[in-house]
């Protein structure tokens, strides 16, 4: 996107905030990211060295590899339902479901009754999709709630930290939000006078003045469809993505070019994201169950990452073995994507939980 994009967004904000005052973060990430026009997601494809950021998947083939199997063996564990969704929020290049496809070719049955599923709301990345998709017939969907009523195998990765986050400064029994303002023709970072918040009740036992909390309204709601869908017809899911057990401390931040940025500066142009809340997941996804939250380098030992990753690495020589190493370093290193990153898998009650990962 252009200079003039970024300014036509940053004008519809700031006439926005005229008109009915700040706006939380949430809705100023909601634009940012997601507005049809100028949004960040809407206008390109921002993956890969050329972009602003990249995944596990487009690091490794190995990581949607795994996936894959763990999400074929849940499915066996589970007598092998027919048919069933197989579906993936944010798909970005559509790279993980290929792998995951690839992955599981040799599954009998795995295929055949599989119905690929993506939720995918940027119109630039569904064509991305549709071209490495090609013969898997998917069908897009612009939220959770689309997907069809049977089981469900389902995998995420760095989906829930894009979603819009809203953020609070203890303050007393009260909050204070942190709102996007104006100051002349610049957008600025604003508290809003102390509020009660009574999402935020079960934080003032564990937090003091001054403290900063993150929530995500729009993750808890997704979260909680999945969990009644999967603990209704069956199936799992695999959520992947950078955060912790509960939200402390203020993670909203700004990508470009795979450099930190100004948030408020030139809104749309830049990659906007928090760090996942996974307690507010677990607890929005009863009545299924879900796993230990785990390191991804962790989860990806457990599944053989060091044993497919030789295998792979007999083939290669040259750049293309050194580039694959370090491609293997990168997902599980602590000093790397191996501790930040964080695995939680959900099943239905009884059901074993998905391998990687513990009960
Ligand atoms: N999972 C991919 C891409 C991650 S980028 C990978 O690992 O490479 C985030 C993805 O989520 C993009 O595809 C983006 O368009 C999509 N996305 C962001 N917010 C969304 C929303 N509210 N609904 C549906 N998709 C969304």
């Not at 940053?10 to 049809?36: K, V």
């Not at 564990?206 to 997704?222: H, K």
């Not at 990452?305 to 370093?329: N, P, Y």
Request: net charge negative.
């Amino acid at each position: 996107m252009t200079a003039r994009g970024a300014t036509a967004l940053g004008e519809i904000i700031l006439a926005q905030i005229d008109a009915d005052g700040p706006m939380t973060l949430a809705d100023y990430m909601a634009l940012c990211l997601m507005h049809p026009k100028h949004g960040y997601y809407a206008t390109r494809d921002p993956l890969g060295t050329a972009g602003d950021f990249t995944t596990a998947p487009e690091i490794s083939q190995m990581f949607g590899e795994l996936i894959g199997l763990s999400l074929a063996q849940a499915w066996l564990d589970q007598a092998a339902p027919a048919p069933f969704a197989l579906a993936e929020l944010g798909p970005g290049r559509g790279t993980l479901m290929a792998d995951i496809l690839r992955a599981t070719r040799g599954v009998p049955g795995f295929h055949a009754a599989a119905q690929v599923h993506l939720v995918e709301t940027s119109p630039t990345l569904r064509s991305v999709q549709a071209k490495t998709l090609e013969g898997y017939a998917p069908k897009w969907h612009t939220g959770v709630e689309a997907l069809p009523d049977i089981p469900l195998l389902l995998a995420a990765n760095e989906f829930f930290d894009a979603l819009p986050i809203r953020q609070a400064r203890r303050d007393g029994p009260a909050w204070r939000e942190l709102m996007v303002s104006r100051d002349g023709p610049r957008l600025i970072p604003a508290l809003s006078a102390p509020t009660l918040l009574p999402m935020l009740g079960h934080r003032l036992g564990d937090t003091a003045d001054g403290d900063i909390v993150e929530f995500c309204d729009a993750g808890t709601r997704i979260a909680a469809h999945v969990g009644t869908q999967i603990a209704r017809n069956g199936g799992a899911a695999l959520i992947v993505d950078y955060g912790d057990w509960r939200s402390l401390g203020d993670t909203f931040q700004a990508m470009r070019a795979h450099a930190a940025a100004d948030p408020y500066v030139g809104p749309g142009a830049a990659d906007l994201t928090a760090h996942v809340d996974f307690e507010a997941l677990a607890l929005a996804v009863a009545p299924a169950q879900h796993t230990h939250l785990t390191a991804q380098g962790v989860f990806l030992e457990r599944l053989g990452i060091a044993q497919r990753a030789q295998k792979l690495a007999d083939a290669l020589g040259g750049e293309a073995r050194s580039a694959h190493v370090a491609a293997h370093r990168r997902l599980t290193h602590p000093a790397e994507m191996g501790t930040l990153f964080k695995v939680m898998g959900l099943y239905p009650k009884g059901a074993a939980p998905p391998p990687g990962l513990t009960g």
